[in-house]
């Protein structure tokens, strides 16, 4: 996977978590990831297509989900909530929207977000291309971007064979 496809991505979650929310990120080193499992109970997910393809995951864990969820609404809402899962899908519109943004001379669309909560639970993704994990660091607790991409013409060079 190109590098270039992973800074957009840091840089818009720092960008919208401080913007949005008041909420510094403190971005870890990015790492392949080995299981099929999410890395938390709470998943924001977005599918690219254009010349890029793939998908990318915010994974929060359920408290952290519920506080950052809280800030961006200004108001208390759990998990239960009717709209707890449509924050968790703008918060992760916000950052896919921003990312693509940055793949400048590229085209790129996102798919509306889904939402899943629960523990353990599997996002399936391309299986010829790396998933990327960012992990992530707020005051209101640890966050996850999941990015599995690659340029539409490698996702179709590797289908041909």
Known sequence: MDPQYIKPFIASIQNVFSTMMQLPVTVQAPKIKDNPSTTYDVSGIIGLSGDVVGSVVLSFPKDTAERIVSLLTGSQMTADSPDFADAIGEIVNMVSGGAKASFAGKKVSISCPSVVVGPGHKVAKQTDAPTIVIPCATD????????????????????AA
């Open 140 to 159: 209101c607790g640890e966050v996850a971007i999941e990015v599995t991409i690659q340029a539409a013409d490698a996702a179709v060079t590797a289908k």
